[in-house]
């Protein structure tokens, strides 16, 4: 297994990818690609994800205790 578990995604993802690699429904990455905080791409009518901001978004959305 490689050291960064999103190495092999794609740099931009959509709804589909997106819930693959955080292992969700398609509805719950829809949801989060409608979340205020979520840092959602948008190109036309797509809602998309850049692989670095999703990182840095789960980054900053676990909680860490110590």
Known sequence: MSREPFEALPDVMDAKQLAAAL?????????????????TLRIGGRKLVMKNDLLEWLKSHTNSKG
């Open 23 to 39: 292992q969700i429904s398609k509805s719950g990455a829809y949801s989060l690609l409608n979340s205020p905080d979520f840092p």
